[in-house]
């Protein structure tokens, strides 16, 4: 089945989130929906399932103009579509999640199961998955339950298939194992959108590329292009994908974590017994999938669990059980995962979110009143120095790029007198030109003798920055290895596995 759009125009209020989209994808054809994180790729695939209702533009299958009004007229015109979070019921079997919505019956009225366990199998033996029916969907790893979502959209004979930032949670193994899924898929004639920002996926699957910025089509690409010329269309610029720093000067221990255990409100260990060093002069990254305790793990660092059990020492003084305000005076410097809840308060300026953390006192509060003149000074001199894109520190934080507010948040952080600097997730949801900017400010802090802990779901982000990566899955660490570890073992670590004897060596 052939999709067209044309036209397609969305708007939010006063904000354009798709500005008069044309895209054609053909029967048989892998083709890439390419741009940053809030370009509008989801939105217009969105419109697509019927889940928003576009005020301009319209929707062909092969040719024909169609109009739905929800994702139920969608999926009976044959668009499936395979959600970044998945939209499955954890309680529930695999047959019970993939009959939802579509129940088959008998006599009218009792659910018809065995239909449904039959046509998982029959899916499942027709791409190798080897999923019980009967299963239930919560006790079934990531990457198994994407499968899953794969089976609901082709069980109801999709003959489009979306997939919308399908990589977020898999290792690099289960990322190339579902690549060869839409390549399998594809051979059979089915039409395929993959969303992503990740240039090494689009260039190893996509037939065709199409890059969308700011809500609009900025161009059409080769996968033979370069990663720089996809770059360059995504940010508009000239950007450079590559870190470049000198092997770590490491100094003394900054930060050590002896046997450490963060227990979760229901009594679960979420980081179970972990124990690491971080020199000064070098970055440790914590690579592995999303959920497996890294979160956690920088909450108990940072003070923000509370009950933790074992030792955190900074340059050798015990913090274990210090409050957040105690361990960011000792100078801890803390880039939080979710900016938007941990890092900056929207409706405050760019001045003001600069002042966070920092209002008891010297240099900006003095005598219970803030230092407006010491505060604007400071804040221009970070406005300039961070490269902050707005028309004056004066302007509401909540007004800025994704990557600019991200700046704002790493000026405060690295203004303050560092003994360490944590940074969860640095360059989710910023755009290509901004992580550049931001992989070079975390080595410029590394380089300056502060010990520096990257938390990243990123592989490559990962073995850009680090000099050391350490591995965690359910909670534990697998290993901690060289930076230059190959993805294939870091990959086989995510999933769990424990590395090669010649490559645990830290």
């Known amino acids: 089945m052939k999709l067209e759009l044309r036209g397609i125009t969305k708007r939010f209020g006063t904000f354009t989130a798709n500005d008069h989209i044309d895209l054609v994808v053909e029967p048989g054809e892998i083709h890439c929906l390419l741009g940053e994180n809030g370009a509008g790729k989801s939105t217009l695939m969105n419109v697509l399932y019927g889940l928003y209702r576009a005020e301009e533009g319209e929707i062909l299958l092969d040719d024909l103009p169609q109009s739905f009004s929800g994702p139920g007229d969608a999926m009976r015109a044959g668009i499936g579509m395979v959600h970044q979070h998945f939209m499955l019921v954890p309680v529930f079997t695999v047959a019970e999640n993939v009959m939802l919505g579509h129940e088959p019956t008998k006599g009218g009225a009792l659910l018809d199961l065995p239909t449904a366990r039959a046509r998982v199998r029959d899916i499942s033996a027709r791409f190798g998955f080897d999923i019980d029916p009967d299963a239930v969907v919560e006790d079934l790893p990531v990457g198994v339950q994407q499968r899953v979502e794969i089976i609901k959209a082709l069980s109801r004979d999709a003959r489009i298939l979306v997939f919308d930032e399908p990589t977020a949670v898999l290792t690099p193994q289960e990322t190339d194992e579902l690549m060869g899924i839409m390549r399998q898929l594809r051979d059979e004639g089915t039409a395929i959108v993959f969303i992503t920002h990740k240039l090494r996926e689009v260039r190893a699957v996509a037939d065709r590329i199409t890059v969308i910025r700011l809500g609009r089509v900025v161009g059409e690409a080769s996968p033979t292009a370069s990663s720089e010329e996809l770059a360059t269309l995504m940010v508009g610029r000239n950007v450079s994908l590559t870190v470049s720093k000198e092997p770590p000067r490491r100094g003394e221990v900054g930060l050590a974590v002896e046997n450490l255990t963060v227990v979760a409100p229901n009594g679960q260990s979420v980081v179970d017994d972990v124990?690491?060093?971080?020199?000064?002069?070098?970055?440790?990254?914590?690579?592995?999938?999303?959920?497996?305790?890294?979160?956690?793990?920088?909450?108990?660092?940072?003070?923000?669990?509370?009950?933790?059990?074992?030792?955190?020492?900074?340059?050798?003084?015990?913090?274990?059980?210090?409050?957040?305000?105690?361990?960011?005076?000792?100078g801890v410097g803390f880039v939080p995962e979710d900016r938007n809840v941990d890092g900056l308060v929207a409706e405050f300026s760019i001045a003001e979110n600069l002042m966070l953390d920092r209002t008891k006192g010297e240099p900006f509060v003095r005598r219970g009143t803030i230092r407006r003149d010491v505060l604007q000074a400071f804040a221009k001199e970070k406005f300039d120095e961070f490269d902050v894109r707005a028309s004056s520190v004066d302007v509401a934080v909540g007004r800025l790029s994704g990557g600019n507010?991200?700046?704002?948040?790493?000026?405060?952080?690295?203004?303050?007198?560092?003994?360490?600097?944590?940074?969860?997730?640095?360059?989710?949801?910023?755009?290509?030109?901004?992580?550049?900017?931001?992989?070079?400010?975390?080595?410029?802090?590394?380089d300056a003798g502060v010990p520096v802990v990257v938390v990243s779901t990123e592989l490559d982000e990962v073995s850009a920055l680090a000099d050391r990566i350490m591995v965690m899955y359910r909670g534990r660490i697998v290993g901690i290895v060289p930076g230059d570890t190959p993805r294939s073992v870091l990959g086989l670590m995510m999933a769990g596995e424990n590395p090669a004897e010649e490559g645990t060596a830290a």
């Open 275 to 330: 124990s690491f060093e971080v020199r000064a002069g070098e970055v440790l990254a914590i690579a592995g999938v999303q959920g497996n305790g890294q979160t956690e793990l920088t909450e108990a660092l940072l003070g923000l669990q509370p009950k933790v059990l074992g030792r955190i020492a900074l340059n050798g003084r015990e913090i274990t059980g210090a409050s957040v305000r105690q361990i960011l005076d000792s």
């Open 405 to 446: 507010q991200q700046k704002v948040v790493l000026a405060r952080e690295l203004s303050r007198d560092l003994q360490l600097f944590v940074a969860a997730q640095p360059t989710r949801g910023v755009d290509v030109g901004s992580i550049e900017f931001i992989h070079k400010r975390i080595i410029a802090t590394r």
